[in-house]
């Protein structure tokens, strides 16, 4: 099974950009579905972005459509998630996740394996 874990985490203003990171190791990386989620405290952790493995088109939640990209470094079993025009309703713990196998990409469910998640706050 994969072992995740994401970097990049922080504090930005709104209108700013971070990017996410997340190393895998272990199983075949290229294998993988990738994904990022996302959790505000005391709300249900939701679908943010996600990559087929053996390639595929990304697939985004709405409320991130055209701010965010999700892309993949194979060779260096990194995921990322390059996020621009923050807002200070995208402030929540990121998470980086794993599947295989034919899955619904934007269920969490699908996914087996878990980063322990960064914290991005996005101040006003």
């Known amino acids: 099974q994969v072992q995740l874990e994401e970097s990049g985490g922080g504090l930005v203003q709104a209108g700013g950009s971070l990017r996410l990171s997340c190393a895998a190791s272990?199983?075949?990386?290229?294998?993988?579905?990738m994904a990022w989620f996302r959790q505000i405290p005391g709300k249900e952790r939701e679908f943010v972005a996600a990559l087929p493995g053996p390639g595929g088109n990304a697939y985004y939640a709405d409320s991130v459509k055209g701010r965010f990209t999700i892309s993949r470094d194979n060779p260096k079993k990194t995921v990322y998630l390059q996020m621009n025009s923050l807002k200070p309703e995208d402030t929540a713990v990121y998470y980086c996740?794993?599947?295989?196998?034919?899955?619904?990409?934007?269920?969490?469910?699908?996914?087996?394996?878990w980063g322990q998640g960064t914290q991005i706050t996005v101040s006003s």
């Open positions: 996740a794993a599947a295989s196998g034919s899955v619904v990409l934007s269920a969490q469910s699908a996914y087996k394996s």
């Open positions: 272990g199983g075949t990386f290229s294998r993988y579905h």
